[in-house]
């Protein structure tokens, strides 16, 4: 009987640490980063208005690039709360559409840093994906990006598929991607127009900030083409 009894309370035992490591478990990836909470955008009209501006900002930056000199590049600065808007407002609407299971995603500029998040999968079983990079302008046409960290809620996720998955996107979009190491952690080397013996624009400038990303470039075609041109390249430490 003593030894049922001890055979009867090692199963509850083990029962209960089951039932905690799974609710510990859920609570750990149902866990929301507190910038993806701070980036939502409430809906409104300050909401559709943020939205409207950053396409007008889009649409200024491409056609300023086709257009500009090198000596008279077009600059322009996007902040956080514009394009979180427009992932919010616009992005179905605008013949962008997300996989069935990526909804919401949101974004945060820090100084060199570019926090991403999207909720995974569909509620109340859903989590949210969370992905750190590190961002610098290398050169003329070419941005850096080390991939720092990948979470889905609080947990700590491979990166194999986030890699395989960029380096397809690139290919698609014609941007030349080799990857290296850093410090431990991947860095994607992104080479615009790659294909292209003489790129027809050059990209200057990419900067972030708390809050805002600033991008600046030109248009070869419109003037004398030099990596080493009369406009200064700012860029993020390597």
Known sequence: MKRRKKVLLGSVLILAFLASAVGILFLLIRHEPAFYRRAAVPPGKDRKQNSNRFLSKCIKLIQGIQTSRPDEPIEVTFRADEVNSYLDED???KGIILPDNI????VEFDDGIVRVAFRYGKKPWSTVISIDLKVWHKEPNIVAMELQR????????????FL??????ARQQNIELTWYRR??????LLRFQADEPTPTIWLQRLEL????????GCSTETGNWSPAGPVAIQSASN
């Open 164 to 169: 395989e998955d960029l380096s397809e996107s």
């Open 150 to 161: 990948v979470r889905a809620g609080l947990l700590p996720i491979a990166p194999q598929s």
């Open 103 to 106: 909804s919401e995603p949101r």
């Open 209 to 216: 900030r708390t809050g805002t990303m600033i991008i600046r």
């Open 183 to 188: 410090g431990g952690n991947p860095v994607a």
């Open 91 to 93: 992005l179905g609407k």
